[in-house]
């Protein structure tokens, strides 16, 4: 058990993670925040205010305090721009170590750069293409080049939504002729890291922009609220245009603070500092040249406990870490609901089996739909954990709030529907489930992927590995298709899986148009 701790220019934060050394990952036990500015410093002299001291102080006490008692092995505490560039920011880091116990560290900005990226790796699948990451903090704006192995480009700029806000805006709403400032000042901070960026391009380079920080998932929760009505339930993987932040912009430069504030979706004190936030994030879109950004949930904190992991020898290389997240993440999701591994794994080979020998003839789905096949067939049976009575329901609720790492919310969405219609009834519109579905070719995925699982399910009814392996053989023009089923021994009559397979095989018959005929093959 870790705790980390980031000591940050806006808000305090802490995160509590058990380790799982096998995978190896980590599970989030919990999460604490509070906002505390510690980049609200003396104007005069760049000091940290006595009173904004204390009131950090007594946040880390009430950090260290619940992370003990939470029985953690280790706290990594963190401090970033507003403690490294005051004068007393070293004092600081002394009183917290004898009033509170808690050794901080004090990190550059390129180093704050290094653990952003790697909280960003252990959370987002990159696929070996090149990502710009870009964190807008309180007191400074990390970009980043990264593409899953060692980051090409770590650059921190002096830019945040504090410290822009507190030497800029002094009006409210604020004047056109000081946000006109805002913007440039913004961009021309911004254009010396943008360029190293660009420089770090190789040929054929079109890269993602990832976006991490509380001002860009206040950015996404409001335009989610406005756009679907809701918000999910993660924002891992949200996307939203430069155009559709440009319109926030001019919304929110004309409101009060007051006004801001009551935006659905605004969290406490951010509205004072959403602005210039907002104007860093689309001065920086507008210098890449990109035209939307993708959110992810981690960020600093997680890189500090992925540090400590590589640090301390649970992870061999960042490029093994980086490029398994999705196997581990739905691994680590089976194990939590104590999921019989060998049995969803034989599942999830048979269910391979029929999406492989069915492509192009019965669907056109690819690797991307195979592989979110394999994360409801790994995870189909977890609603066991709950109960065996409708437990194929508590697996979608399970998997739905899982915490799925390398998946958006669609595409957890769908494993979970995929898992959920693995038994029972097939998919309805009547059911709220199947109807957060909002496109018709989701619907038919998952239509179809899992009349396929309910065959592998079929497939290994008895859990024992009774039947070795399939082959299908399809006749267009009988519209029929015989799946040849060969037992692991030879004696068995498998009728048990037979059986399954007759009482399971219509949901696929009406799917696919066709007539499914088992042919149990015997020995000789």
């Not at 507003?82 to 004092?91: F, H, L, Q, W």
């Not at 987002?124 to 970009?143: A, V």
Request: hydrophobic share 40%.
């Amino acid at each position: 058990m870790i705790a980390a701790i980031d000591i940050g220019t806006n808000s305090l934060h802490m995160v509590v993670v058990k380790i799982e050394a096998t995978l190896p990952s980590f599970s989030i036990v919990t999460r604490e925040k509070e906002t505390v500015r510690l980049g609200d410093r003396n104007l005069v002299t760049g000091e940290l205010k006595p009173e904004v001291i204390d009131k950090a102080i007594a946040c880390l006490g009430r950090f260290k305090t619940l992370a003990d008692s939470l029985g953690v092995d280790s706290i990594v505490a963190v401090a970033t721009s507003a403690v490294r560039e005051s004068p007393n920011g070293k004092d600081f880091i002394h009183k917290v170590e004898t009033e509170v116990g808690l050794t901080v560290d004090l990190i550059s900005g390129p180093e704050e750069a290094r653990r952003i990226y790697l909280g960003v790796l252990s959370g987002m699948e990159f696929n070996n293409q090149p990502h710009i990451i870009i964190d807008i903090g309180g007191g400074s704006t990390e970009l980043i080049l990264g593409d899953s192995e060692e980051p090409r480009c770590l650059t921190s700029t002096k830019v945040g939504a504090v410290r822009l806000t507190g030497e800029l805006v002094n009006s409210d709403p604020i004047t056109e002729t000081e946000f006109k400032y805002l913007q440039a000042y913004a961009r021309g901070m911004l254009e010396r890291s943008v360029e190293e960026i660009l420089a770090n391009f190789k040929i054929g380079d079109s890269p993602q922009l990832i976006g991490t920080s509380g001002t860009i998932e206040t950015i996404a929760t409001i335009h989610a609220r406005e756009k679907l009505g809701l918000v999910p339930s993660t924002l891992n993987g949200y996307q939203f245009s430069l155009q559709d932040l440009r319109t926030w912009v001019n919304r929110l430069r004309k409101m009060t603070n007051v006004e801001r504030a009551t935006i659905p979706g605004m969290p406490e004190k951010r509205s004072e500092v959403i602005l210039s936030g907002a104007v860093i994030l689309q001065e920086a879109m507008t210098l890449l040249g990109v035209e939307s950004v993708t959110v992810c949930e981690r960020s600093l904190r997680e890189g500090v406990i992925v540090d400590w992991m590589l640090t301390h020898g649970f992870i061999d290389n960042r490029l093994r870490f980086q490029s398994s997240i999705r196997h581990r993440s739905v691994l680590k999701v089976a194990k939590k609901y104590q999921t019989n591994l060998e049995h969803s794994e034989r599942v999830a080979a048979f269910a391979f089996s029929i999406f492989d020998q069915t492509q192009g003839q019965l669907h056109n789905w690819s690797v991307d739909e195979r592989q979110l096949l394999w994360a409801a067939a790994i995870l189909h049976n977890c609603g066991h954990y709950i109960s065996h009575s409708s437990h194929h329901k508590h697996s979608y609720y399970l998997i739905r709030n899982g915490e799925l790492l390398g998946y958006n919310e669609t595409e957890i969405e769908i494993i979970a529907n995929i898992a959920r219609y693995h038994r029972k009834s097939p998919p309805k519109k009547k059911h709220d489930n199947y109807r957060s579905l909002l496109h018709k070719e989701h619907r038919q995925m998952v239509n179809q992927l899992s009349a396929i699982l309910r065959l592998a399910v079929a497939l290994d009814r008895r859990q024992i590995g009774a039947i070795s392996h399939i082959q299908c053989e399809y006749f267009p023009n009988f519209k029929e298709m015989k799946m040849f089923i060969f037992p692991s021994l030879s004696n068995d009559e498998c009728a048990l899986e037979m059986w399954s397979l007759d009482y399971k095989k219509g949901i696929f018959d009406e799917e696919f148009g066709l007539k499914l005929v088992p042919v149990l093959m015997r020995a000789g």
